[in-house]
């Protein structure tokens, strides 16, 4: 086994598993037989056992298991997403007011894009941020490339914000992304519950948490109110949503 490996190996054990997990399977790292060659018989079986572990303690740690989130992980700014095929850490984001949202280019809800950039050019200059998130989950209708999908949201509507790699907003084979694992999970609206539809959105604030949840079919111009709130008031949570009135007096 190359020394390259191992050094991944520990690096992934110190960052993704938790203590009841890291310490004996560390000190099973360091046994000298883990880190001679594979091609000495006398040591191959027990070598063997303890790689297949190795690869599936790893593995893990590049997907979220449903109930499974990071204990390092607090804020959503702590999040290391994808771009371009690189990571991508979210803390680029810390201390601003930033709206995620899963876009897809075949959708009906495709147009929301237009309110999107309105919002992202109206209170850029005021600390607010735009985060979308390419899925394919919904109608298979994000099916390009991810330098297609960013192409066609800067042409057709020019898109100015972030659009991260494809990825998962809900369970799947490939896993969900810990960022929609977090945003679900602590949203003060529908905790937990699956994304329904492209387009759905989660307003985070300065400190990394969620502020409020909207459903795929609320525009982005119907939240510019709770967009100027937060602005005005860093850190602070949103006021109760206002119920609707019936027109009875």
């Not at 009841?20 to 000495?40: G, H, M, N, T």
């Not at 057709?156 to 960022?179: C, E, M, Y």
Request: net charge positive; charged share 20%; with cysteine.
């Amino acid at each position: 086994m190359s020394c390259s490996f191992l050094g991944f190996a520990v690096f992934c054990n110190k960052t993704f598993l938790g203590a009841s997990i890291r310490a004996p399977l560390e000190a099973a790292l360091c046994q000298p037989r883990f880190v001679c060659s594979l091609r000495d018989s006398s040591q191959s079986r027990l070598s063997r056992r303890e790689f297949a572990l190795l690869l599936s303690l790893t593995a893990s740690s590049y997907v979220v298991p449903r109930g499974a989130l990071s204990e390092n992980i607090q804020s959503a700014y702590d999040i290391v997403a994808r771009k371009n095929g690189e990571p991508f850490p979210l803390a680029a984001y810390r201390n601003k007011l930033t709206l995620f949202v899963n876009v897809a280019t075949y959708c009906a809800l495709t147009p929301q894009y237009e309110g999107l950039v309105a919002l992202h050019d109206e209170y850029q200059p005021r600390g607010f941020e735009i985060v979308a998130s390419p899925c394919d989950q919904f109608g298979h209708q994000e099916p390009g490339s991810n330098d297609e999908i960013c192409a066609f949201a800067k042409k057709q509507f020019g898109a100015k914000f972030l659009l991260l790699d494809k990825l998962n907003v809900n369970d799947a084979p490939g896993g969900v992304a810990p960022l929609y694992k977090f945003l679900k999970d602590t949203s003060p609206e529908g905790t937990g519950q699956r994304v329904s539809w492209n387009f759905e959105k989660f307003l985070v604030g300065v400190n990394g948490n969620v502020l409020r949840r909207y459903k795929p079919g609320i525009l982005p111009e119907d939240i510019e109110t709770d967009i100027k709130w937060a602005l005005e008031h860093p850190g602070e949570p949103l006021p109760p949503k206002k119920k609707p009135s019936l027109g009875v007096s």
